[in-house]
């Protein structure tokens, strides 16, 4: 080996040398060394502090557009809310107040048959017969004519009339008073009626009160939305997650049934469309089916959209309501036809089934096998519920685009939150690295330095010298210094005399 | 302006789905029946294989069965042929004919009594070049004892790149029990002259193992 022999016959020796020479190489070039490794570090470590505030700024910009985007989606949905309550309240009120009218007239007209009834008792009795001023006039007469039987007989017979027209008066009162009785037994009914509409009426009204205290609250709601609170955001964040994940569960168990769907109608395509053509690596049929189910979903989508359900679409929700419906009975008919076409599908696998299965039992048992198998009876239940399948199925999928409207605008905010949450991770781990950078750095140098320990070690012992030396040192310094700087004035009073001599 | 872009976007999205649109790979098989001597008693068998056959290949693959005897080179040895359409209905429509065409001919085979493999071999590489499939099979279902008429000549390069041939049911002549080397040197020679034309060979005897008559 080189080394070993650079001192012929001396291995040790030549080692000795080469650490000897290589400690003060180390030695001599240890400031530039630390120097070199300081500005890497610094390097690194101050790109990794600008990527950290980069990354830190980042999330916070994204952390302020995403309450933007979270406060501002609450606000469409207070606003969707306070919409719904408007309208049925609007429906309340205007079922109620239409009823109105006729609800006062009736009260009035239960009114006026009790004012009838009433002004009908309040009939005055018929006055005393006139006689009573016969019998006053008799009354008057002399007690001679009194004893007359004349006047006996008369006053008999006004005694005896006045009898029975006390009789007759007080049946005719009687009777009146019944009739009275009757009529206001009459009113009783108007009065019960009258109490119900009351009643009714009190209840309507409540109700409305109800709603108000609604309309109230999500008024209060949206004045939080529109404010921005803490609250808000809070209580937007957490439903905005809740959403989040029962959309995606909602819209997973839409995917199966999509797969449902795309089995069903796979292979009876391949009888539409040319079985043996592919698009990258996938056959045509089989891109056919699924581009049948996706057609379903969209026309679905557009008419849960046209229907007002969901606002994924501005266009279709901002169209007049007259043409709205009209878009909306073209997506339900369309729809309606994709499903018949599937339904035809699904029949339509059941015959190719049918078909293979007699093809395989020709080819393996021949005819007879083929006989066999067409005398067994077959039963129509699996096609049946083939063709139901392929019928409902897609007005089923046609649901999952409730889900996926909320998936998309909780979406946004989930995916920018965990974007908030990556940056601030990665500015994490920058920080860190350039922490791990630092101390990587001053250990290296403390590695570089046992390497050289020895040079160093000398350095040192010259460094920490006793003090008295230190201090008789510094003295003599001192003195040395003193001394060149009286020298100096002279030097220079020498040296300005013939000037100032001069200007003299 | 915009509509014409959506137009030319539509147009370039039809092409560019046009020319991704490839076909399906393919699969070609020729069988060759030998009907020389005795073998045709083997027929049975083959009319098994065919029908394993009919059931695996699918829609756009083609199928043909043609007869070994005294000179096999030409087109009337041909007993059925097929190309499966593209909807599975009608192929399995040709499937049956297909079958009953081949059953008919196993009724009425006549042995023959010379048996021309060569002459089949390459009336298949000229079927099978000209549909051009993905994969191209021929199938010799014979003992391999080539025996021709006189005047015949067959030593030629038969050119077989990227055809496999495979022998099926490959039966021991009684001259191959008096001394098997015969029978190993016949499939030596078979296989050393597919080999040397660019095929690969292969040989499956125990026809009752589905995966080693998977294609």
């Keep these: 080996m080189f080394v070993s022999n650079?001192?012929?016959?001396?291995?040790?020796?030549?080692?000795?040398?080469?650490?000897?020479?290589?400690?003060?190489?180390?030695?001599?070039i240890r400031h530039s060394a630390h120097q070199l490794l300081d500005s890497l570090t610094l390097l690194v470590v101050q790109n990794l502090k600008m990527l950290s505030h980069a990354l830190v700024k980042t999330a916070r910009q994204m952390s302020k557009r995403n309450r933007e985007v979270l406060l501002e989606h609450g606000k469409q949905q207070a606003e969707r809310e306070l919409e719904r309550q408007f309208i049925r309240l609007g429906n309340l009120v205007e079922k109620d107040l239409a009823r109105y009218p006729t609800i006062q007239r009736n009260i009035e007209q239960n009114i006026s048959h009790m004012e009838d009834k009433l002004s009908q008792t309040s009939e005055v009795p018929a006055p005393l017969p006139e006689w009573t001023e016969a019998v006053e006039s008799i009354t008057r007469l002399k007690d001679t004519t009194k004893n007359d039987a004349v006047v006996g007989k008369l006053l008999q017979a006004i005694y005896e009339a006045f009898h029975k027209q006390q009789g007759e008066v007080l049946g005719t009162y009687r009777k009146d008073i019944e009739k009275r009785h009757g009529l206001l037994k009459a009113a009783m009914g108007h009065w019960r009626h009258l109490l119900q509409k009351i009643e009714h009426l009190h209840e309507q009204w409540q109700n409305l009160n109800e709603q108000s205290k609604k309309v109230d609250l999500q008024v209060d709601r949206f004045e939080n939305m529109v404010k921005g609170t803490d609250k808000a955001e809070r209580l937007l964040k957490a439903s905005n997650t809740t959403q989040f994940v029962i959309s995606v569960i909602v819209m997973a168990i839409a995917g199966f049934g999509a797969f449902v769907n795309y089995n069903l109608i796979a292979l009876p395509m391949s009888e539409l469309m040319p079985a043996t053509s592919q698009v990258a690596g996938y056959n045509v049929a089989d891109i056919g089916a699924a581009v049948i189910i996706m057609l379903e979903l969209t026309v679905g989508l557009f008419f849960i959209e046209a229907i007002g359900i969901t606002r994924l679409f501005p266009v279709i929700h901002f169209m007049?309501?007259?043409?709205?419906?009209?878009?909306?009975?073209?997506?339900?008919?369309?729809?309606?036809?994709?499903?018949?076409?599937?339904?035809?599908?699904?029949?339509?696998?059941?015959?190719?089934?049918a078909d293979k299965a007699l093809l395989t039992s020709f080819l393996v048992g021949?005819?007879?096998?083929?006989?066999?198998?067409?005398?067994?009876?077959?039963?129509?239940?699996?096609?049946?519920?083939?063709?139901?399948?392929?019928?409902?199925?897609?007005?089923?999928?046609?649901?999952v685009a409730i889900p996926f409207e909320s998936f998309i605008h909780t979406g946004r905010h989930v995916l920018g939150n965990m974007v908030v949450h990556l940056c601030i991770l990665a500015s994490t781990l920058a920080r860190?690295?350039?922490?791990?950078?630092?101390?990587?750095?001053?250990?290296?140098?403390?590695?570089?330095?046992?390497?050289c320990f020895a040079p160093l070690w000398v350095e040192h012992m010259i460094e920490s010298k006793p003090d008295s030396t230190k201090k008789v040192q510094a003295e003599l310094d001192r003195q040395a210094l003193l001394e060149s700087d009286s020298s100096k004035p002279k030097k220079l009073k020498k040296d300005a005399t013939p000037e100032t001599q001069k200007e003299a | 302006m915009i509509k014409t872009?959506?137009?030319?976007?539509?147009?370039?999205?039809?092409?560019?789905?046009?020319?991704?649109?490839?076909?399906?790979?393919?699969?070609?098989?020729?069988?060759?029946?030998?009907?020389?001597?005795?073998?045709?008693?083997?027929?049975?068998?083959?009319?098994?294989?065919?029908?394993?056959?009919?059931?695996?290949l699918e829609p756009g693959d083609s199928f043909a069965v043609a007869r070994i005897d005294s000179g096999s080179f030409s087109?009337?040895?041909?007993?059925?042929?097929?190309?499966?359409?593209?909807?599975p209905s009608r192929a399995n429509e040709q499937k049956r004919v297909f079958s009953a065409t081949i059953s008919k001919f196993i009724e009425t085979v006549q042995s023959s009594a010379y048996t021309d493999i060569s002459g089949g071999l390459l009336l298949a590489k000229e079927y099978l070049n000209e549909i051009n499939p993905n994969k191209k099979y021929i199938m010799v279902f014979s003992d391999m004892q080539e025996e021709l008429p006189k005047g015949y000549k067959r030593d030629f390069e038969l050119n077989l790149p990227g055809f496999e041939v495979i022998a099926l049911n490959v039966t021991k002549l009684r001259s191959d029990n008096q001394d098997p080397t015969q029978y190993m040197q016949r499939l030596k020679n078979w296989q050393q002259r597919i080999e040397q034309s660019g095929g690969t060979w292969r040989m499956i005897n125990d026809l009752e193992r589905e995966e080693s008559l998977a294609l």
Aim: net charge neutral.
């Design chain 1, 6 to 28: 650079l001192i012929p016959g001396e291995p040790v020796l030549s080692w000795l040398l080469v650490i000897i020479a290589a400690n003060l190489i180390l030695y001599f």
């Design chain 1, 320 to 353: 007049e309501d007259k043409k709205r419906i009209i878009f909306a009975w073209i997506c339900i008919i369309f729809l309606l036809a994709l499903c018949s076409v599937e339904a035809g599908l699904a029949y339509m696998r059941e015959a190719m089934v």
């Design chain 1, 366 to 399: 021949g005819e007879e096998a083929v006989s066999a198998s067409a005398s067994a009876e077959h039963s129509n239940i699996p096609m049946i519920g083939q063709m139901v399948l392929g019928f409902v199925l897609p007005l089923i999928l046609m649901f």
């Design chain 1, 432 to 451: 860190s690295f350039s922490i791990f950078m630092k101390q990587f750095n001053n250990s290296l140098k403390h590695v570089y330095d046992i390497l």
């Design chain 2, 5 to 56: 872009i959506k137009i030319i976007a539509l147009l370039g999205a039809v092409l560019i789905l046009g020319a991704c649109t490839q076909q399906k790979p393919t699969t070609g098989l020729y069988l060759l029946l030998d009907t020389s001597g005795t073998y045709t008693k083997e027929l049975k068998k083959a009319q098994q294989i065919i029908h394993y056959y009919l059931a695996q």
């Design chain 2, 75 to 87: 087109e009337t040895d041909i007993i059925a042929k097929v190309t499966f359409d593209h909807r």
